[in-house]
């Protein structure tokens, strides 16, 4: 009997994160880059009453049939909560460095202590910041014309240097992409190289944004913030330029300026299988309530 009301509460505590996932889901809808949660379920360990037999062959020639186990189930329990990075829907904002992208490949940010990252365009040593990874492309320039997040994270690409005869050179090594101060317009094409027109009205390059593309998204660690920290189980570790992709090539999609990607969460799809999950918590609640009335009449034969 008391089996019957732990695999209930098992079901609830099951049901009570689905609700939690789901929730969070839907805090979530109108969040850049967002990619939704889902909660799957698995049995617990089942307990045997008798176990299979093969078939027997009897003394007098007759067979007898094999027999199945029989087994009780104990209750269900979470399998895994995952993370669901399909493409969200694109929002035009006009914004130069509202950035979004079609197709697979993650933005890389660097953040790291004083004098671990400049930012007069020199590269930086992967060992020495720490890094994580994000959807969201709304990007801003801070004081020194690097783009950085809402976070103050530095977007991470390679920079190019401008040369005293005032060519562009790139410095093939990951670095933070910073636009002049005294330039007069810049954009960034789908191929995420960065350029800008000087004072003197002369086009010039400052860098090209790079993409981190993994085997396993899903194996990455959320952090908050829109972003996401890279784990074993997520692919390949980056660990310089020659890891990251240029948008549009490797399997990486395209760049596109001026438009936000938005979450990935449906709320139809959400509200189904909240009304589900609600469904199923009163089931199991139910389970413990008979169970306890069944228990009360077992009691009650003393009388």
Same mark, same amino acid.
């Given at each position: ?16 994160? +689905?609700?939690? /996932? ?24 089942? +307990? /045997? #009453? ?7 062959? *009897? ?17 269900? +329990? ?7 990075? /399909? ?18 490949? #993650? ?18 040593? @992967? ?47 990951? *670095? ?60 390949? +570790? ?5 890891? @990251? ?6 399997? /990486? ?18 509200? %189904? ?11 199991? %609640?139910?389970?413990? %309530? ?7 009449? @077992?009691?009650? @034969?003393?009388?």
């Amino acid at each position: 009997m008391l089996r019957s009301m732990y695999a209930g509460i098992s079901g609830m505590k099951g049901f009570q994160t +689905q609700l939690d /996932t789901i929730g969070n889901n839907i805090a979530n809808v109108n969040t850049y880059g967002y990619k939704k949660g889902r909660v799957t379920f698995q049995d617990m360990m089942s +307990q /045997t #009453m008798t176990g299979a037999q093969g078939p027997t062959e *009897g003394a007098n020639g007759n067979t007898r049939g094999g027999l199945n186990p029989s087994q009780v189930g104990l209750g269900s +329990q979470t399998g895994s909560i995952d993370t669901i990075h /399909t493409q969200g829907n694109r929002q035009t904002t006009n914004r130069p460095l509202d950035l979004s992208l079609e197709g697979d490949g #993650m933005f890389m940010l660097a953040e790291g202590g004083t004098g671990d990252i400049d930012t007069d365009g020199k590269a930086f040593n @992967l060992d020495n910041v720490n890094t994580s990874f994000t959807r969201a492309g709304n990007f801003y320039l801070d004081s020194e014309g690097a783009i950085v997040n809402n976070e103050g994270k530095y977007l991470v690409g390679e920079p190019y240097t401008i040369n005293q005869n005032g060519s562009n050179t790139a410095q093939n090594n990951v *670095g933070i992409i910073t636009i002049p101060e005294d330039a007069q317009s810049f954009s960034i094409q789908p191929d995420g190289a960065v350029s800008y027109v000087d004072v003197d009205g002369t086009p010039k390059v400052a860098g090209q944004i790079r993409l981190a593309n993994f085997a396993n998204p899903s194996g990455l660690e959320k952090l908050g913030g829109n972003s996401y920290r890279y784990t074993a189980n997520a692919g390949e +570790q980056i660990e310089g330029l020659g890891d @990251l992709s240029i948008a549009g090539s490797d399997g /990486t999609g395209q760049m596109v300026a001026g438009a936000l990607e938005m979450s990935n969460v449906d709320l139809a799809e959400s509200f %189904t299988e909240m009304i589900t999950a609600q469904r199923g918590f009163q089931a199991n %609640t139910r389970i413990i %309530t008979t169970s306890d009335e069944i228990l009360q009449e @077992l009691v009650n @034969l003393k009388r």
